[in-house]
């Protein structure tokens, strides 16, 4: 059970290059999240899905675009990078809405730097 | 304006000792709270969830307690250990909502 993993771990991108950041959960969990976490500021929720085939705008989603075509599966994608866009990437998963008492479970994160 | 306000924002502590962290929130209507733990370089780890009915639970070492009246929390560490070097990030979840209010997190560093 490897719960919820990431790829890539790290990446570098050049102002204007397109990337595609990969969340899976093993854990059968309807509700995906992805958050970007940036020195100083609290994590900031960028799309999330409340089931296979649904996406939602979060806090921060303007220049990232999300798919959830499989239930196990939650892609992050940059059209355009930016150095703005330079952050940790975290995933997260839960079995039903945090507005219950359900648990988040992150991923390990991934590390983007645009130059 | 953040809706989650938490101090100190970085603690020294020695091996064995106890400390407590602060956690104030202005988010309404209030659902639950939770603090996770993130160590350097990972995702974060649930350490507690707590409904407004609950004013305090315990996992291990960590308790957390809750004041829903005054919209406060703290997280109370006992005899903290080396590995309880990591940052404390107090989460308040919206009622009704599927989003999460986070606070920036107590760095917290263990001594020996």
């Known amino acids: ?115 | 304006k953040n809706q989650v306000e938490q101090s100190p924002q970085s603690l020294i502590i020695l091996e064995g000792k106890n400390c407590t962290l602060q956690c104030n929130y202005t988010v309404s209507p209030f659902s639950n709270l939770r603090w996770y733990k993130q160590d350097t370089g990972r995702g974060p780890v649930s350490l507690t969830i707590m409904t407004f009915s609950e004013n305090t639970k315990s996992n291990g070492r960590y308790t957390a307690t809750l004041d829903a009246d005054t919209k406060q929390s703290s997280l109370h560490i006992t005899a903290s250990q080396l590995s309880d070097s990591a940052s404390y990030i107090c989460v308040v979840s919206l009622y009704g909502n599927n989003r999460l209010a986070f606070g920036k997190g107590n760095q917290v560093v263990v001594i020996p």
């Open chain 1, 1 to 115: 059970n490897a719960g919820v993993t990431q790829t890539p771990k790290f990446r570098v991108l050049k102002t204007g290059q397109s990337m595609t950041l990969l969340c899976a959960q093993d854990m059968n969990h309807e509700y995906m999240y992805w958050y970007r976490q940036d020195p100083g500021m609290g994590l900031r929720l960028i799309h999330y899905s409340v089931g296979e085939g649904t996406t939602a705008k979060g806090e921060v989603p303007d220049g990232y675009n999300v798919s959830r075509l499989k239930k196990q599966n939650f892609l992050l994608g940059l059209e355009s990078a930016a150095p703005s866009q330079t952050s940790v990437y975290f995933c997260a998963s839960s079995p039903h809405s945090s507005g219950g008492a359900y648990e988040q479970y992150f991923g390990p994160g991934t590390r983007l730097t645009v130059t």
